[in-house]
C-alpha cells in the first residue's frame, strides 16, 4: 500500500484520523513485528499503551522501550537520544492537545532519524499541523467504515478505508480497506 | 636475547620505600598477624625463619615471632611495578611485564647498535632500576622469556647470568622439574616415574612424551628444551589524558560551565583520537573558589571518543552538580582506556550490536529526566484480573 513496501526507513510517516479509526492499533501492530527484530521504543504522551495487546501480537516487550514523559522536551530528546544510539523504530504518540514547540523540535528529530536509519511513525489524532504534514514523508488517513460481525453475531473488528494521502517515495492516492481485528479474550 | 630483570615483591618494595628502616628486618606483607588472610610475600629475613608466600599469616607469625606485619599497599605496590617498567621502558621499548610481579623483561637484539657491549648495558639497567626503586635487581639473560627468567631467579645480585643460545638445554638440565610451570598431577606423576630434574626429562623425545602426557604437556617438554612458544606482549607505558581550565574570573553559572566543558571535551577527544583510544570513564574536577574541589564521574557504557559523545554524558552530571561556590578551575580527565570503537556501516551489522549503546541513551536520560521516564512492561497474564496488576512496569 505504501509502494515501498514497509514505512521509510530514515523518515516521519504521519497516522491520522478520528479517534478510533484504528491509526493506534496499527502502529501498535507495526512496533509489535518490528520488535521481533530489533529494539523499538514508544513514546506515549498520552498514557494509552496497553501493553497487553501488543503482548497479543506476540511483540518481544522485552525489546519495547516505552517512553512516558512529562513534558514534550523530554520527548523529543528521548526521540532524539534513543534515534542515535540504534533504536530502528521509534512510534510517537502526540497528546491530543495541540503541542506547542513541536514545530521547532522536528526538524532536528528529522535529521537524527535520517543520519541513524531510524523509522518515525507519528500518531495525531487532531488535525495535523502544517508543519507535521510538511515534513511527513507519508500521511495515511484513517476512517472508521463499518463493523465487522461473525457469523454468531459476535462482534470480530473493525472496518477501516485507509488513505495514502501523501507520499514522498511512490505515487500517493492508493485506499484500501483493513479490517482491524480485535483481540480474543 | 632475552633479559630477565627481576627484583623483590613490589608490595615488598613498596613497604621499603615508605619505611627504610625495614630494610633487614623480618618483615611480612599480607596483612596484620591477628588477620585471617594469607602471606602475599616476605622479606628474605622471615623466608630464613620458614615464612613462604600464601602460607596463613597466623602461621607465619609461629614461624617468625618477632616479624612485622603490614598490609598490601596496594596504590604503592603499583606505583613500585610501573617505576621498574618505565624505567626499563627507557631502554627499549619491546618490554614485557612477567607473570611474577616483581618480573620484567627486554629484548636485548634491537640495542646491540646502541650499547655494543652487553655487560655495560645490563650494568646501565641494574643502575637505573636501583636509582628508581632502591633494589639492586638480579638479571638472567637468555634467549627465551623461561630461561631468562630461571636464569634471573638464580643469579647473584650484580652478577648477571647469561645463557648462551647453545647452552641452553645444557643450562636447564641441572634444574628440578619444579622450576617448569607443572600442574600438580604431571608433577606428581613424573616424580613417580623418577623424572625430578630437566635433564632427565629431556632424555625423552617429544613423541613418547606425548604418547604417555598428553599434547597439553608439550609445553612443558618444549619449556625443558628451552623452546617456547609463549608470545610477546609489549608493555605499553599508560596514557594520561586530561585537559583543565583555569576560570579567570571565577565562574558562577551553569552555561558559561557548559560553554568550558565542552572546549574541553574537545582537547580530551582530540588527545583520545591521537592515541587511537576511547574512555569509558571521564573524572571532572571542579575546584570550587572557598569549598573543596568537587569530583565527579561519569560511566560509559562503551568507550568514547568524540567531543560529542563525551560531552553528552558529561552534561547533566554538569547540571545536576551541587556548586557552592563560584568555580576556579575545572578539569577532565579521560580513564578506564581502551581501544577506539570503531563503527561499522549499519548496512553490514545487525542492530542489535547497538544494545549497549541502547542501554547507555537509556541510562542517560533516566539521569536527566527520572527513571520513570523510560520503562519496560511485562505482563503477567494469570497474576490477577485487574488490568493493573497484570502489567508490571518496570524502568527500562
Known amino acids: 500500500m505504501t509502494g515501498i513496501g514497509g514505512w521509510p526507513v530514515g523518515r516521519l510517516s504521519l ?89 521547532g523540535e522536528l526538524p532536528h528529530l528529522l535529521h537524527r532519524a535520517a543520519e541513524a536509519d531510524c523509522t518515525l511513525l507519528l500518531i495525531h489524532d487532531a488535525e495535523a499541523d502544517d508543519a507535521i504534514r510538511y515534513y511527513a514523508s507519508m500521511i495515511l488517513a484513517f476512517q472508521r467504515n463499518a463493523w465487522v460481525f461473525r457469523r454468531d453475531g459476535d462482534l470480530e473488528g473493525m472496518l477501516v478505508d485507509a488513505t495514502v494521502v501523501k507520499n514522498r517515495l511512490a505515487p500517493p492516492g492508493l485506499k484500501r480497506r483493513l479490517v482491524i481485528p480485535y483481540p480474543i479474550p | 636475547m632475552i633479559c630477565c630483570v627481576r627484583t623483590p615483591h613490589p608490595s615488598l618494595v613498596a613497604a621499603w620505600l615508605t619505611a627504610p628502616a625495614l630494610r633487614g628486618c623480618s618483615l611480612v606483607i599480607g596483612g596484620f598477624a591477628h588477620e585471617r588472610a594469607l602471606v602475599t610475600t616476605a622479606s628474605a629475613e622471615a623466608r630464613a625463619h620458614g615464612v613462604l608466600d600464601g602460607m596463613s599469616l ?82 638472567g639473560v637468555a634467549s627465551s622469556i623461561f630461561v631468562s627468567k630461571v636464569a634471573a631467579d638464580h ?21 628440578p622439574i619444579d622450576v ?57 607505558p599508560p596514557v594520561r589524558i586530561e585537559a583543565s581550565e583555569p576560570l579567570e574570573p571565577p565562574v558562577d553559572n551553569t552555561e558559561a560551565l557548559q560553554f568550558i566543558a565542552r572546549a574541553l571535551a574537545e582537547r580530551v577527544s582530540a588527545s583520545l583520537l591521537a592515541h587511537g583510544l576511547g574512555t569509558r570513564a571521564v573524572r571532572i574536577t571542579l575546584t570550587q573558589e572557598s569549598a573543596s ?41 579521560a580513564g578506564r582506556l581502551e581501544a577506539a570503537y570503531v563503527r561499522q556501516p549499519g548496512l553490514l551489522i545487525r542492530r542489535d550490536g547497538f544494545r549497549e549503546s541502547i542501554a547507555d541513551a537509556v541510562a542517560r536520560l533516566q539521569e536527566e529526566y527520572g527513571p520513570s521516564l523510560i520503562q519496560r512492561a511485562e505482563v503477567r497474564p494469570d497474576a490477577a484480573p485487574l488490568v493493573d496488576h497484570r502489567i508490571l512496569w518496570k524502568p527500562a
Request: glycine content about 6%; hydrophobic content about 40%; some cysteine.
Open chain 1, 15 to 103: 497516522l491520522a484520523g478520528p479517534r478510533g479509526s484504528g491509526k493506534r492499533t496499527l502502529a501498535q501492530r507495526s512496533v509489535a513485528a518490528a520488535s521481533r527484530e530489533s529494539p523499538v521504543a514508544y513514546v506515549d504522551f498520552p498514557n494509552r499503551l496497553d501493553p497487553e495487546f501488543l503482548n497479543y501480537f506476540d511483540a518481544r516487550l522485552d525489546r519495547v522501550l516505552v517512553v512516558r514523559p512529562s513534558s514534550l522536551k523530554a520527548g523529543m530528546a528521548s526521540v532524539r537520544v534513543l534515534a542515535r544510539a540504534g533504536v530502528e523504530l521509534i512510534c510517537i504518540d502526540l497528546p491530543r492537545t495541540r503541542s506547542a514547540g513541536l514545530d
Open chain 2, 58 to 139: 597466623n602461621q607465619a607469625q609461629q614461624f617468625s615471632p618477632d616479624a612485622i606485619f603490614q598490609p598490601v599497599d596496594e596504590e604503592a605496590t603499583a606505583r613500585v611495578r610501573q617505576s621498574l617498567l618505565s624505567t626499563l621502558h627507557h631502554f627499549t621499548p619491546d618490554v614485557a611485564a612477567g607473570e611474577d610481579p616483581g618480573c620484567a623483561f627486554l629484548r636485548l637484539d634491537r640495542l646491540a647498535l646502541r650499547w655494543p657491549d652487553r655487560s655495560q648495558l645490563l650494568a646501565a639497567i641494574s643502575r637505573a632500576v636501583e636509582a628508581v626503586i632502591g633494589v639492586t635487581p638480579t638479571i
Open chain 2, 155 to 175: 643469579a647473584t645480585i650484580g652478577v648477571p647470568a647469561i645463557v648462551e643460545p647453545e647452552k641452553t638445554r645444557a643450562y636447564l638440565a641441572r634444574y
Open chain 2, 180 to 236: 617448569l610451570p607443572l600442574d600438580d598431577d604431571l608433577r606428581e606423576y613424573l616424580e613417580l616415574l623418577g623424572l625430578r630434574t630437566i635433564g632427565r626429562l629431556q632424555t625423552i623425545s617429544r613423541p613418547a612424551f606425548r604418547r604417555q602426557f598428553g599434547v597439553k604437556a608439550l609445553d612443558v617438554h618444549d619449556l625443558a628444551h628451552g623452546n617456547e612458544r609463549r608470545r610477546w606482549r609489549s608493555w605499553r
Open chain 2, 293 to 333: 574541589p568537587l569530583p565527579i564521574e561519569v560511566s560509559f557504557a562503551y568507550p568514547m571518543t568524540t567531543a560529542g559523545e563525551l560531552f553528552d554524558g558529561i552534561r547533566p552530571r554538569l547540571l545536576r552538580a551541587s556548586i557552592v561556590a563560584p568555580l576556579e578551575r575545572i578539569t577532565l580527565r
